[in-house]
């Protein structure tokens, strides 16, 4: 399976501000995803990353909110926008292959103060 | 819509005491139901996939196994190493996405 890194591991935000998370594979995946895992909760999907077009959002998450890039097969990034506490959570990203196993990154752990 | 329920919340157990976690399901036209496990601030680890009724796969002290309307992962002889959260997913014919329970605890003692 892919290896898949993510940056940053962890941040502490203000609130107000912006955090870029960045999913690095180690190989051309065609399928990317992120999600986000909220205390104690389980995982959630915000957006398919489409390369070359825009990402496909969940309901309940909008671009304006977490835009993302997906400037070729090997990356990916999540913007978190204007955070408010209620965004501290995990964020992950995974890849998912021709039997649409998903393989997941370590996470970034995100606390909005 | 797809529903995805996972019993215990939470589950302790002794060194060497067997036990099961139940993932129920409601969806239309599955494709496959995939088990992970998740350690404290870790992304989830893939172990298992199964497909069709009757499946079943074992990866060590783990045996996964599967009927029409819901799967269990067996643990046989479980050790602290295995306390972790176990999550199932399962995707459907509609589209590419996984829905994942919410979750069992399993905590070992030694």
């Known amino acids: 399976s892919a290896v898949i890194s993510q940056k940053p591991s962890r941040d502490i935000c203000q609130r107000g501000t912006s955090l870029t998370i960045q999913c690095q594979v180690d190989s051309q995946v065609t399928m990317m995803f992120w999600y986000r895992q909220q205390p104690g909760q389980s995982l959630t999907l915000i957006a398919t990353?489409?390369?070359?077009?825009?990402?496909?959002?969940e309901s309940g998450f909008v671009i304006d909110k977490f835009p993302i890039s997906r400037p070729n097969l090997t990356f990916s990034t999540l913007t978190v926008s204007n955070m408010s506490p209620e965004d501290s959570s995990i964020y992950l990203c995974s890849v998912g292959d021709s039997s649409y196993e998903q393989y997941f990154g370590p996470g970034t752990r995100l606390t909005v103060t | 819509e797809d529903q995805v329920t996972q019993s215990p919340e939470a589950l302790r157990l002794q060194e060497g005491e067997s036990s099961s976690l139940n993932c129920s399901y409601t969806?239309?036209?599955?494709?496959?139901l995939f088990w992970y496990r998740q350690d404290p601030g870790k992304g989830p680890e893939f172990l298992f996939t199964?497909?069709?009724a009757g499946e079943e796969k074992e990866k060590e002290r783990l045996k996964a196994t599967l009927t029409k309307k819901e799967s269990f992962l067996h643990i046989t002889a479980p050790k602290p190493e295995d306390s972790a959260t176990y999550l199932c997913a399962v995707h459907t014919a509609n589209d590419y996405k996984l829905s994942f329970g919410a979750g069992t605890t399993v905590t070992v003692r030694a």
């Open positions: 990353a489409n390369q070359g077009s825009e990402a496909t959002y």
């Open positions: 199964l497909y069709s």
């Open positions: 969806v239309s036209g599955l494709r496959g």
